[in-house]
């Protein structure tokens, strides 16, 4: 009975992008550790997440309980059976399922033989009888029957066992436990492959000995350059094994520090380019400007999982992204200018609270710190500073008449707090601390406004609601105008995938 067999799985999105899989067995396993059939590095990936098993012909897809759940084609699943050409999402990864379009069901009963000697052959005519009678007195007298050999493929009691697509011989059949050998004379398939291996041993043998002298010397170099070149790559592919296995927690790494591949580094626990159990430093040469830290976090489930200090001094939390098993967005955080030690080196610390309260835990988490971004503060000048000020309190007081004063005001409270930095701190007048303060006030009144836009953005767009979850949408960016603020293009993404 034919059928197409194999199914095939092209990565769409994540970090292994365009990867592709082939395979012709009956399951397959996906996950983020190397026991899987197809291993995807990204962090929001459980160890083992899901399963794609062939059964009677149909690919089932089964959640093997993974923590972030399985998506097919959009909708949340457990178990389904797959089309080719579903699409599957788990953590940050899309998967794209190609197996065959239609296939017939394949039988895992036993087919019977019967168990009697062929029947005769239909009766021939006179003329040949008497001469294969005539041929037998020629050669003797005929000796006794020989014992008909059993069918091809047959089992004990000759009886057929009709395999599932990709499971090995001498396996366990669907219906009736492990089968026997071959019949009678049936060489064992071990025997057989280790003679099909001597015969190819053998072949390549002659053909080497029949090359002229210069081309097997020719040959025999480059064999050695190809194994040379295996061996590098092999202690370059081992050094990035060790890394990630022997825990850095507590080194200091350059900000912006790249692998081997020119991709910037991760840290911490899970699939990382370097693994930091605790804690991992980061240092960098300040000036006396305003510093800017960008970088990106991911495994972060716990608003006080992850501290982050500076020279020691703890300068906040990180809050949890808005998707836990993928990496967040660009993050921006100005870092305190009373805790930076100008022209010299400092050094930022990420701190896992959660792996260094309890040494037996291994939380997983991540962070990539791209670059601390440092830009000249203004020289001192009060009026501006005052002007500014005025001009704060305006937008603040008006900002349920229009969603982007709350932005604009905390556009002119910076203002403010940077045209009077560099004044020696028992000199500055009483503005500057108020902008401070109302500077940690209206960033929180933004997170907090983005957060439940997008949350009711996205239950509308759950319930079908598609043109409120636009104007959702919309006022999102309107609230932070800024193009680059990742929070506005994050909204911006949303909407144009609604257009």
Not at 317 to 340: A, E, M, N, Y
Request: net charge positive; with cysteine.
């Amino acid at each position: 009975m034919s059928s197409e067999v194999g199914f095939s799985l092209t990565i769409l999105a994540g970090p292994d992008k365009g990867k592709k899989f082939d395979f012709d067995r009956v399951e397959i396993t996906i996950g983020r550790t190397m026991e899987n059939d197809v291993v995807l590095t990204d962090p929001g990936i459980s160890r083992q997440h899901l399963s794609i098993r062939d059964k009677g012909g149909a690919y089932i897809l089964k959640d093997l309980g993974s923590s972030n759940g399985t998506r097919l084609n959009g909708k949340p699943v457990k178990q389904e059976v797959l089309s080719s050409g579903d699409i599957i999402e788990l953590g940050g990864a899309r998967v794209r399922f190609e197996g065959a379009a239609t296939r017939q069901r394949v039988p895992t009963a036993r087919k019977k033989i019967s168990r009697r000697s062929p029947g005769p052959p239909a009766r021939r005519s006179a003329s040949r009888q008497q001469a294969a009678r005539a041929r037998g007195r020629g050669r003797g007298a005929p000796g006794p029957a020989k014992k008909p050999a059993p069918a091809a493929g047959a089992g004990r009691g000759g009886q057929v066992v009709i395999r599932s697509p990709g499971m090995k011989a001498g396996g366990v059949a669907a219906a009736g436990g492990r089968e026997a050998g071959a019949g009678a004379g049936r060489r064992p398939a071990a025997a057989s492959g280790q003679g099909k291996l001597q015969q190819l041993i053998t072949r390549g043998r002659l053909w080497f000995n029949g090359l002229e002298r210069r081309k097997r010397i020719l040959l025999l170099v480059v064999a050695g350059l190809v194994m040379l070149l295996l061996v590098a790559l092999a202690f370059k592919g081992g050094k990035k094994i060790v890394r990630q296995v022997v825990d850095h927690s507590g080194e200091t790494f350059e900000v912006g520090a790249r692998d081997g591949d020119g991709e910037l580094s991760s840290f911490g626990i899970g699939p990382v380019s370097i693994r930091c159990r605790e804690s991992v430093n980061f240092g960098f040469t300040y000036g006396n400007g305003r510093a800017t830290m960008k970088f990106y976090v991911a495994g972060i489930d716990n608003k006080d999982e992850l501290s982050v200090m500076l020279n020691g001094v703890q300068i906040g939390k990180i809050p949890p992204p808005l998707s836990v098993g993928q990496w967040s967005g660009l993050l921006k955080w100005k870092l305190p200018r009373k805790h930076l030690l100008e022209n010299e080196q400092n050094k930022l610390t990420f701190v896992n609270n959660i792996n260094m309260a309890n040494q037996e835990t291994t939380e997983e988490w991540a962070v990539k710190v791209l670059t601390v971004v440092e830009t000249a503060l203004p020289e001192p000048d009060r009026k501006v500073a005052e002007e500014n000020f005025k001009l704060a309190k305006k937008r603040y007081e008006g900002k349920s008449i229009a969603p982007e004063n709350l932005y604009f005001a905390l556009q002119h409270y910076k203002k403010v707090r940077d045209y009077l930095e560099l004044i020696p701190a028992q000199e500055r007048p009483g503005i500057y601390q108020e902008a401070v303060e109302m500077i940690d006030t209206i960033e929180k009144e933004l997170q907090e406004r983005y957060k439940l836009l997008m949350f009711t953005a996205e239950k509308d767009l759950k319930y079908g609601r598609i043109d409120r979850a636009r104007q959702l949408y919309k006022a999102v960016m309107n609230s932070i105008p800024d193009q680059e603020d990742p929070r506005h293009q994050k909204a911006r993404r949303h909407l144009e995938a609604l257009e």
